[in-house]
Antibody
């Protein structure tokens, strides 16, 4: 059974750093396109980043230079390293697998950036 | 930058049919696949349509997707509405290597 479990969210002060994890089971992370999508409180979905199976990475302009997507093949886990966090980064962060039957989403982890 | 525009909200009665539109800002919406996601309050999104008109396993055939090149738009149609269909619906496509989302449509079934 395919499963995605995000973790690592929490309360962080502006300017701080946080690393989100997305543990996968039932498939191999490195063989799939994997994305991070976020949703600010009461707002719509916003794409954040993608890592392709070949290793190429892409970012939304709003996070470019501050966030880094990566994966650990031995742990079958996707990561999002978030630096220089701002209040506007406050959101639920979802990881998603781009599968042959459409994207499959995790349950999300909440990141709150506040002093 | 490519954008997708959805109506803010739609409402319809149980048993009826509703269509939610998703209009592309430029280029041809048919050039890239469109996905549709359902998000119930407090829950993560789930895919109801992928690759314009394909339904994942477990999604009822009351859900269907289509593309209209003449209006540069995609549509999600839900027939035989049930109260459980009440949710936010988002369309999504691509701009180069990035995902682009519509702003979301709140479906009320009353």
């Amino acid at each position: 059974e395919v499963q995605l479990v995000e973790s690592g969210g929490g309360l962080i002060q502006p300017g701080g750093s946080l690393r989100l994890s997305c543990a996968a089971s039932g498939f191999t992370v490195s063989s799939n396109y994997m994305s991070w999508v976020r949703q600010a409180p009461g707002k719509g979905l916003e794409w954040v980043s993608v890592i392709y199976s070949g290793g190429s990475t892409y970012y939304a302009d709003s996070v470019k230079g501050r966030f880094t997507i990566s994966r650990d093949n031995s742990k079958n886990t996707l990561y999002l390293q978030m630096n220089s966090l701002r209040a506007e980064d406050t959101a639920v962060y979802y990881c998603a697998r781009d599968s042959v039957s459409g994207p499959y989403w995790g349950q999300g982890t909440l990141v709150t950036v506040s002093s | 930058n490519f954008m997708l525009t959805q109506p803010h909200s739609v409402s319809e009665s149980p048993g009826k049919t509703v269509t939610i539109s998703c209009t592309g800002s430029s280029g041809s919406i048919a050039s890239n696949y469109v996905q549709w996601y359902q998000q119930r309050p407090g829950s993560a999104p789930t895919t109801v349509i992928y690759e314009d008109n394909q339904r994942p396993s477990g999604v009822p055939d009351r859900f269907s997707g289509s593309i209209d090149s003449s209006s540069n738009s995609a549509s999600l149609t839900i027939s035989g509405l049930k109260t459980e269909d009440e949710a936010d619906y988002y369309c999504q496509s691509y701009d180069s290597s990035t995902w682009v989302f519509g702003g979301g449509t709140k479906l009320t079934v009353l």
